[in-house]
């Protein structure tokens, strides 16, 4: 059975960071693509990262393009989300998620199969 499960989230002043991680078990990550979305209180779930099976390809949404990155561990079956220059808009409940390759997949959450339980990341002074 598929599963992934977040860590990670925090509080931290703006312009600070924090490293969120995906853990993925019963599956590899070279099969399943690896979805990153946010939502906010009050908003819809966001995409914010993809790491694509396979060749390891990164896409970003442009709110967080230059500030966050994704990158996938292997060895661990783990995907890390480093985010920099934190800002308050960046708050929100931080989900990630896995897709089959040979799914079609992209920024809509509709796409992804299974989710993990989301960690909050809170920016605040």
């Known amino acids: 059975q598929v599963q992934v499960v977040e860590s990670g989230g925090g509080f931290v002043q703006p312009g600070g960071s924090l490293r969120l991680s995906c853990a993925l078990s019963?599956?590899?990550?070279?099969?399943?693509?690896i979805g990153w979305f946010r939502q906010a209180p009050g908003k819809e779930r966001e995409g914010v990262s993809i790491?694509?099976?396979?060749?390891?390809?990164?896409y970003y949404a442009e709110s967080v393009k230059g500030r966050f990155t994704v990158s996938r561990d292997g060895a661990e079956n783990t995907v890390l989300l480093q985010m920099n220059s934190l800002k308050f808009e960046d708050t929100g409940v931080y989900y990630c998620?896995?897709?089959?390759?040979?799914?079609?997949?992209?920024?809509?959450?509709?796409?992804?199969?299974?989710w993990g339980q989301g960690t909050q990341v809170t920016v605040s002074s």
């Open positions: 019963g599956a590899t990550l070279d099969r399943y693509a």
């Open positions: 998620a896995a897709v089959s390759v040979s799914a079609g997949y992209g920024f809509g959450a509709e796409a992804y199969d299974y």
């Open positions: 790491i694509s099976g396979g060749d390891g390809s990164t």
